[in-house]
């Protein structure tokens, strides 16, 4: 069954940049809906980008003009570039799929049903 890995996690100062990325498969990545998500201690999880499979893409006001999420079918990845960080930015960041594994088949959902583990963004001022 696949599994979501991120990497590219790590510490910048703000203004800097990083790049996430999100392994998981050509056929999710091009048919299934995906997204990141952020979450800060003592705060509730925030979706912050989202592609969809006709590879239209969203932002949330917090990050729009700064971050830009696109996909690699061919390498089954989906990347969050994050430029201009702020302090605020800083959280665990996940990966998420918006697909199903049943009956030895992988189906796209409507809601996001798979994560990845996380990885740390740290942005120091």
């Known amino acids: 069954q696949v599994q979501l890995v991120e990497s590219g996690g790590g510490s910048v100062q703000a203004g800097g940049s990083l790049k996430l990325s999100c392994l998981a498969s050509g056929y999710i990545v091009d048919k299934c809906k995906m997204g990141w998500y952020r979450q800060s201690p003592g705060k509730e999880r925030e979706e912050v980008s989202t592609?969809?499979?006709?590879?239209?893409?969203t932002y949330s006001e917090s990050v729009k003009g700064r971050f830009t999420v696109s996909r690699d079918v061919f390498k089954g990845t989906v990347y969050l570039q994050m430029n201009t960080l702020k302090t605020e930015d800083t959280a665990v960041y996940y990966c998420?799929?918006?697909?199903?594994?049943?009956?030895?088949?992988?189906?796209?959902?409507?809601?996001?049903?798979?994560w990845g583990q996380g990885t740390q963004v740290t942005v120091s001022s």
């Open positions: 592609i969809a499979s006709d590879g239209l893409t």
């Open positions: 998420a799929a918006a697909f199903t594994y049943s009956g030895g088949y992988y189906l796209c959902t409507d809601g996001f049903q798979s």
